[in-house]
């Protein structure tokens, strides 16, 4: 009797797991009343001549297919089916490309339909419509300089106008991309864009273009007309002495933990190498946001009484103990007066950093608007603030020996774009006006 009860009890919780799996299967599966979720590319309104369209897809129990058609007037054309059969994802991502030529569309407005559909027993499905514009013109560039004068290391500027609003826009050189800056010149819409010149351009044909696209991702591109200039770099042997390793490295190892119980050579290969790319990429990244408009006038102001110890472009060899230890690349003019001398802002702009920076030691950048920043290095003590406004000739701290410096001496850069180019160039009146006040049609901004 009592083995039969145990049989009865055996078969009745077997049959109940069968019924509570089947359920759950059911409930939790099969019958799932949740519908996917669609996600698509942000901001989606228009198709260029080539796009592709980004779909996030997920559903807790698992996707099963999904699709894309677009309708224009009465017709409606199929541009992707996906089936998700080898396993029962929950989410994915799908690239669709979308050709509107190949497709016949022509231009003006769509609908752009996705659907997905899950894998329980009732195959739950949402749809997505979305109204796009369909674009297939390019934007149109009309340069405003026929005539360009570039030097290798310095400053290039061009202006232009564009035949319908862009997503972006910029000067691309080689693999560089400078943003432009809309303003208005001779009051029409134009876009103004600084860049720099590859110090080898002397010596190589440079890719130098104006780039447009559009926010149907349509791309247009002309080609900069320019004469390349004469210009050489020096370079230079330095001899890196014990006195100086004693001096400096100290400095470095109390500030970056990671140096600490290394010897003082080995200090300074990693400063005047891996600090020095971090410190450049920093200066980079600071330099990405920019007054949008010219806070600048006139030529800037160079140190007074200032006698120049390196200048923009130096390459240097570095060696100890006739080894060479290291290289490097002055981006800046290094100028030397009496010790703790008055450091005066060169033109008017925005402070947008203050504080150490590695191999430049207490530093000072400022915004000039439209992408033009000067930076100020090796200070001993710094009399500003981030976010003050200053004006040419405003004292914003004292020269010094901070960071990779030998001597009481300022270093001094200008970056447009976020890349450094030759000061000297913006010391000169002549280059000013004739370079960039010209081009911009003086006082249009």
């Not at 033009?372 to 004006?391: K, M, T």
Request: with cysteine; net charge positive.
């Amino acid at each position: 009797m009592q083995k039969k009860s145990s049989l009865f009890w055996i078969s009745l919780i077997s049959a109940v797991a069968v019924v509570a799996g089947g359920l759950f299967w059911f409930f939790g599966t099969a019958g799932e009343w949740q519908k996917p979720e669609i996600r698509l590319s942000k901001d989606l309104r228009s198709l260029g001549q080539q796009g592709v369209l980004t779909l996030e897809l997920r559903d807790n129990r698992g996707l099963s297919a999904a699709s894309v058609r677009i309708t224009q007037g009465s017709l409606t054309l199929p541009i992707a089916s996906v089936r998700f059969d080898d396993k029962p994802l929950r989410q994915r991502t799908v690239n669709v490309p979308i050709d509107p030529l190949a497709l016949k569309l022509r231009e003006g407005s769509a609908v752009l339909t996705v659907s997905a559909s899950d894998r329980s027993l009732w195959n739950n499905t949402t749809v997505v419509t979305r109204p796009v514009t369909i674009e297939l013109s390019p934007p149109q560039i009309f340069p405003n300089n026929p005539v360009n004068i570039f030097f290798p290391g310095g400053a290039g500027v061009v202006t232009y106008r564009l035949s319908k609003p862009v997503a972006r826009t910029g000067v691309q050189v080689d693999q560089a991309f400078f943003p432009a800056h809309p303003v208005l010149i001779a009051g029409q819409a134009s876009y103004v864009c600084y860049f720099a010149i590859p110090m080898d351009a002397q010596e190589r044909l440079v890719d130098m273009r104006i780039t447009a696209r559009d926010a149907a991702g349509n791309n247009a591109a002309s080609a900069i007309p320019r004469t390349m200039k004469s210009r050489k770099f020096r370079s230079d042997k330095m001899a890196v002495s014990d006195a100086f390793l004693q001096q400096k490295m100290p400095e470095f190892q109390s500030a970056i933990p990671a140096l600490r119980g290394k010897t003082a050579i080995e200090v300074f290969r990693y400063v005047n190498g891996a600090l020095r790319l971090e410190n450049e990429q920093t200066i980079r990244d600071l330099c990405r946001k920019t007054q949008p408009r010219a806070l600048w006038e006139g030529p800037f102001l160079r140190m007074k009484n200032a006698s120049p110890m390196a200048l923009f472009g130096d390459r240097r060899t570095w060696e100890y103990q006739g080894q060479v230890v290291g290289q490097s690349l002055h981006l800046g003019e290094d100028l030397a007066s009496l010790n703790n001398s008055a450091i005066e802002v060169a033109n008017n702009g925005v402070v947008v950093f203050t504080g150490p920076l590695g191999i430049y030691g207490n530093a000072v950048l400022i915004d000039h608007g439209l992408g033009l920043f000067s930076l100020y290095g090796h200070l001993s003590a710094i009399d500003a603030r981030v976010g003050q406004a200053v004006q040419r000739g405003d004292v914003i701290g004292r020269s010094g020996t901070t960071g990779l410096a030998g001597g009481d001496h300022l270093h001094f850069s200008i970056l447009v774009g976020g890349q450094f180019v030759d000061p000297r160039e913006w010391w000169d009146p002549h280059w000013i006006e004739d370079d960039v006040m010209k081009k911009l049609q003086a006082g249009s901004l």
